[in-house]
């Protein structure tokens, strides 16, 4: 099984600042099959970046994802008051499909 | 538009039993992977079991054996037949569009509980 863990596990920044979220794998994901999704209080997930570095229909640009391999990185380039929420990766190249634990972005 | 709707959560005993449906819409249904999730209150996702267009299916080991993924693409619905429920299951059970969750639904609660 990949085991996912980010960082930090809480992230205090003020709109308009730039956002760096980590994600790594215990190995290898295949064909980079990861994705981050955003998950705010009460509400389901939605899909950001699929494929590590594809955006989802009808995300803003602001959002990114880079990596590869076993490490991999979703950018908020600058951050809107919507976009305090948490975060989780997900890979989905190898079953069992694992989630990161998730990292947090709050208010500062 | 594309929607998945989830029902048939509720309460249950220890060591009953539910089935969880996803009525999906919107897209072609027959020729998507669809998968479930499931998030306790308070904690993270994890993923539970997902079933291909061909109807490969695959499970968290902590679910192997009790939870059974299945479609019927003539209902264009997805279903995940919970049995041999225990507390530790108690959470909210979301479908979700391919393996990657291109699309969510809102989630339906399973509560195991005397």
């Known amino acids: 099984e990949i085991v996912l863990t980010q960082s930090p596990g809480t992230l205090s920044l003020s709109p308009g600042e730039r956002a760096t979220l980590s994600c790594r794998a215990s190995q290898s994901v295949n064909n980079n099959y990861l994705a981050w999704c955003q998950q705010k209080p009460g509400q389901a997930p939605r899909l950001l970046i699929y494929g590590a570095s594809s955006r989802a229909t009808g995300i803003p640009d602001r959002f990114s994802g880079s990596g590869s391999g076993t490490d991999f990185t979703l950018t908020i380039s600058r951050l809107e008051p919507e976009d305090f929420a948490v975060y989780y990766c997900q890979q989905y190249g190898n079953s069992p499909f694992t989630f990161g634990p998730g990292t947090k972005v709050d208010i500062k | 538009e594309v929607h998945l709707l989830e029902s048939g959560g509720g309460l249950v005993q220890p060591g009953g039993s539910l089935r969880l449906s996803c009525a999906a819409s919107?897209?072609?249904?027959?020729?998507?992977?669809m998968s479930w999730v499931r998030q306790a209150p308070g904690k993270g996702l994890e993923w539970v079991s997902s079933i291909t267009s061909g109807g490969n299916t695959y499970y968290a080991d902590s679910v192997k054996g009790r939870f059974t993924i299945s479609r019927d693409n003539s209902k264009n619905t997805l279903y995940l037949q919970v049995n041999s429920l225990r507390a530790e299951d108690t959470a909210v059970f979301y479908c979700?569009?391919?393996?990657?969750?291109?699309?969510w639904g809102q989630g339906t609660m399973v509560t195991v509980s005397s």
């Open positions: 919107g897209f072609t249904f027959s020729s998507s992977a």
């Open positions: 979700g569009k391919g393996t990657a969750f291109e699309i």
